[in-house]
């Protein structure tokens, strides 16, 4: 107990010492004709917030400051999430054993009658043409030698392996966005301004990583988007959803979906509430997605797709059992895409390729008469419609 006073006293006579000698230099400062010394602070600081309007009881100094220039630049306070979260993740799930047929190329893929037929190579009945995209369903799969044989559902037989696709999906809204937002779509640092010469931030994102983007600035042949304070990514990493529940003209029954071709970007609207987004991959040039305003015309929850563009059919693909089919300009379709592993580049034949999960959410979504508005804010789109055949996956 004495030792705790003594402790005690010691402590009270530093803080009176401290005191004094910050007096005694108040005291010794000159002070100039007609100046009065300011007070000490008789109020307390306020909690971190931004205050419209002058409080009676405190002092918006200090951590409240930093806080009223954030809300100045666009920012939240306290920070809000996007309102959204990723669908149920069961809707992932192809309701079909699909498969890649494993032969060269440049050659025909040989279907069997039998296992043993297929195992030998011997007495094919038919075959799948050469191609660089051939895919099919099955029912049973076994094994020889370490090699993959296949039944497909008619019974027959021929070698392919089994492929794993990709489980990403997009953003199911519970209430429009403060902002527009987006994903990372290859790994990027931060930059602390937009420019490549900029300082970097330190953080490093990575493929399918949502942001939110605050402002958006073009420099340096792109666009940079703002996704924290004094924090930006750009456009060649990153792909940003444009919010606009405005109706695009024409759309007379407040659904749509809006295929924005630059951005890469799929976003689904219903009486002015942005009910979905996601990332997609749109035709590759010279197989654009053709941009005008069109109508589902027909919902196929399995489809097979084939065909070729070259004379010489070397570009031939067959598609068995392509899920979840909107076809709403010729044959250009939203569809799921089991062989495509990366969203947000353009990469079909002018089709609209999403994930087999967010290509399920949209079918169960749409009616056939749903507008689909397909634009490029970029104009680099070709707009003639002489331009464009029919269109392919």
């Not at 047929?101 to 009658?113: L, R, S």
């Not at 942001?211 to 060649?236: M, R």
Request: one cysteine or more; a negative charge; proline letters at 8%.
């Amino acid at each position: 107990m004495m030792k705790l006073r003594i402790l005690l006293l010691t402590l009270v006579c530093c803080i009176l010492s401290l005191n004094l000698a910050g007096s005694a230099a108040a005291a010794n400062e000159p002070q100039k004709e007609g100046q009065q010394v300011a007070p000490f602070f008789t109020q307390p600081l306020c909690l971190p917030n931004a205050y419209a309007v002058q409080p009676e009881n405190c002092l918006p100094l200090g951590a409240s400051q930093s806080v009223s220039r954030l809300v100045e630049m666009g920012f939240a306070y306290p920070p809000r999430e996007i309102p959204a979260a990723a669908p149920d993740s069961s809707l992932s799930v192809i309701p079909a054993l699909i498969a890649r047929i494993n032969v060269d190329n440049t050659e025909p893929a040989y279907i069997y009658a039998s296992f043993e037929e297929a195992v030998e190579a011997a007495n094919p009945i038919r075959s799948i043409a050469p191609g660089t995209l051939r895919y099919v369903s099955y029912v049973t799969r076994a094994e020889h030698e370490g090699k993959a044989y296949l039944q497909l559902a008619s019974g027959e037989w021929l070698r392919a392996s089994p492929v794993a696709y990709t489980h990403f999906q997009g953003l199911q809204f519970t209430a429009n966005p403060k902002h527009d937002f987006g994903w990372i779509v290859d790994e990027t640092p931060s930059y602390t301004a937009p420019s490549f010469a900029a300082a970097k931030t330190g953080k490093t994102y990575y493929r399918e990583h949502r942001i939110q983007i605050y402002d958006t600035q073009e420099a340096e042949s792109v666009y940079w988007y703002l996704i924290g304070p004094d924090e930006w990514v750009n456009s060649l990493k990153s792909r940003r959803a444009q919010f606009d529940p405005t109706p695009p003209e024409g759309v007379n029954n407040q659904r749509w979906i809006s295929l924005n071709l630059f951005e890469q970007t799929l976003l689904i609207y219903e009486n002015g509430r942005l009910l979905f987004a996601t990332l997609m991959s749109s035709g590759l040039e010279p197989f654009y997605t053709q941009p005008g305003l069109f109508k589902i015309y027909n919902a196929l929850p399995f489809e097979t797709m084939q065909g070729a563009f070259e004379a010489d059919r070397s570009d031939y693909y067959y598609l068995q059992d392509v899920p979840w089919t909107l076809y709403f300009d010729q044959a250009r379709a939203i569809h799921g895409s089991y062989w495509r592993t990366y969203f947000g580049y353009p990469q079909s034949h002018g089709c609209i390729n999403l994930s087999p999960g967010d290509a399920n959410w949209v079918f169960q979504w749409a009616r056939e008469g749903d507008w689909v508005h397909v634009y490029d804010p970029s104009g680099r789109t070709p707009t003639d419609q002489d331009y464009y055949g029919p269109g392919a996956p």
